[in-house]
Protein backbone atom coordinates (compact mmCIF):
# COMPACT_ATOMS: atom_id res chain seq x y z
CA UNK A 1 0.00 0.00 0.00
CA UNK A 2 1.19 3.60 -1.14
CA UNK A 3 1.92 5.85 1.97
CA UNK A 4 2.41 9.81 1.18
CA UNK A 5 3.93 11.85 3.42
CA UNK A 6 4.54 15.27 3.17
CA UNK A 7 6.92 18.24 5.07
CA UNK A 8 7.54 21.68 4.38
CA UNK A 9 5.47 23.53 5.96
CA UNK A 10 4.89 26.42 7.99
CA UNK A 11 4.40 29.85 8.41
CA UNK A 12 6.09 32.56 6.30
CA UNK A 13 5.27 36.13 5.33
CA UNK A 14 3.68 37.28 2.21
CA UNK A 15 6.09 37.24 -0.42
CA UNK A 16 8.35 34.39 1.29
CA UNK A 17 8.82 31.38 0.16
CA UNK A 18 8.45 27.60 0.76
CA UNK A 19 9.16 24.04 -0.50
CA UNK A 20 7.59 20.91 0.51
CA UNK A 21 7.99 17.81 -0.13
CA UNK A 22 6.05 14.69 -0.14
CA UNK A 23 7.59 11.05 0.01
CA UNK A 24 6.18 8.28 -1.39
CA UNK A 25 6.58 4.30 -0.56
CA UNK A 26 5.25 1.06 -1.20
CA UNK A 27 4.57 1.45 -4.78
CA UNK A 28 7.34 1.83 -7.67
CA UNK A 29 7.20 6.16 -7.88
CA UNK A 30 7.95 6.55 -11.10
CA UNK A 31 5.06 4.81 -12.12
CA UNK A 32 2.73 7.10 -10.21
CA UNK A 33 1.50 10.26 -11.81
CA UNK A 34 1.27 12.91 -8.92
CA UNK A 35 -1.15 16.25 -7.86
CA UNK A 36 -0.76 18.76 -5.27
CA UNK A 37 -3.91 20.42 -3.48
CA UNK A 38 -4.96 22.02 -1.40
CA UNK A 39 -7.71 23.25 1.03
CA UNK A 40 -8.46 26.36 2.65
CA UNK A 41 -10.98 26.49 6.19
CA UNK A 42 -14.31 26.12 4.87
CA UNK A 43 -13.73 25.63 1.35
CA UNK A 44 -13.31 22.50 -0.85
CA UNK A 45 -9.88 21.29 -1.77
CA UNK A 46 -8.63 22.34 -4.71
CA UNK A 47 -6.04 21.26 -7.45
CA UNK A 48 -2.73 23.26 -7.11
CA UNK A 49 -0.67 21.39 -9.93
CA UNK A 50 0.41 18.35 -10.93
CA UNK A 51 3.06 16.29 -12.84
CA UNK A 52 3.26 13.57 -14.61
CA UNK A 53 4.81 10.19 -14.32
CA UNK A 54 7.62 10.75 -16.63
CA UNK A 55 8.56 14.14 -14.93
CA UNK A 56 8.43 15.80 -18.42
CA UNK A 57 5.16 17.62 -18.26
CA UNK A 58 3.74 20.05 -15.32
CA UNK A 59 0.03 21.73 -15.17
CA UNK A 60 -0.72 24.24 -12.48
CA UNK A 61 -3.80 26.04 -11.59
CA UNK A 62 -4.01 29.38 -12.56
CA UNK A 63 -3.82 31.13 -8.97
CA UNK A 64 0.00 29.94 -8.97
CA UNK A 65 0.90 29.82 -12.48
CA UNK A 66 4.67 31.61 -12.85
CA UNK A 67 4.65 31.22 -8.56
CA UNK A 68 5.09 27.80 -7.79
CA UNK A 69 6.54 24.98 -9.50
CA UNK A 70 6.42 21.13 -8.96
CA UNK A 71 9.50 18.54 -9.63
CA UNK A 72 10.00 15.09 -8.71
CA UNK A 73 12.98 12.81 -8.07
CA UNK A 74 12.27 9.33 -8.60
CA UNK A 75 15.24 8.20 -7.49
CA UNK A 76 14.34 9.42 -4.20
CA UNK A 77 10.91 8.71 -4.44
CA UNK A 78 9.81 12.14 -3.50
CA UNK A 79 7.44 15.22 -5.18
CA UNK A 80 8.63 18.56 -4.44
CA UNK A 81 6.29 21.62 -4.35
CA UNK A 82 8.13 25.05 -4.42
CA UNK A 83 6.14 28.10 -3.82
CA UNK A 84 6.99 31.66 -4.17
CA UNK A 85 5.56 34.83 -3.82
CA UNK A 86 3.60 33.42 -1.51
CA UNK A 87 0.23 35.20 -0.78
CA UNK A 88 -2.12 35.31 1.97
CA UNK A 89 -4.57 33.62 -0.04
CA UNK A 90 -2.26 30.45 -0.72
CA UNK A 91 -3.29 29.85 3.31
CA UNK A 92 -3.91 25.97 3.54
CA UNK A 93 -3.74 22.66 4.07
CA UNK A 94 -1.50 20.98 1.30
CA UNK A 95 -1.84 17.55 -0.05
CA UNK A 96 -0.06 15.07 -2.44
CA UNK A 97 -1.82 12.53 -4.15
CA UNK A 98 -1.06 9.58 -6.02
CA UNK A 99 -2.64 8.29 -9.32
CA UNK A 100 -1.24 4.81 -10.74
CA UNK A 101 -1.75 3.21 -13.95
CA UNK A 102 -2.41 5.98 -16.28
CA UNK A 103 -0.35 6.49 -19.55
CA UNK A 104 2.50 8.93 -19.70
CA UNK A 105 1.36 12.65 -20.08
CA UNK A 106 -1.64 11.58 -17.69
CA UNK A 107 -2.69 13.99 -15.15
CA UNK A 108 -6.14 15.32 -13.98
CA UNK A 109 -7.16 18.18 -11.76
CA UNK A 110 -10.16 16.37 -10.01
CA UNK A 111 -9.43 15.00 -6.77
CA UNK A 112 -11.28 11.87 -7.75
CA UNK A 113 -8.87 10.60 -9.85
CA UNK A 114 -6.10 10.11 -7.26
CA UNK A 115 -6.57 7.16 -5.10
CA UNK A 116 -3.40 7.57 -2.07
CA UNK A 117 -3.25 11.02 -0.82
CA UNK A 118 -0.98 12.28 2.14
CA UNK A 119 -2.12 13.23 5.86
CA UNK A 120 -1.39 17.01 4.31
CA UNK A 121 1.17 20.00 5.75
CA UNK A 122 -0.40 23.32 6.78
CA UNK A 123 1.09 26.40 5.05
CA UNK A 124 -0.03 29.59 6.71
CA UNK A 125 1.49 33.11 4.83
CA UNK A 126 0.84 36.06 7.16
CA UNK A 127 0.39 39.86 5.80
Known amino acids: QVQLVESGGGLVQAGGSLRLSCASS????????MGWFRQAPGKEREFVGA????????YYADSVKGRFTISRNNAKNTVYLQMNNLKPEDTAVYYC????????????????????WGQGTQVTVSS
Open 97 to 116: AAAHGRYREWYSDSTSQYSE
Open 26 to 33: GRTFSDDA
Open 51 to 58: ITWSGYTT
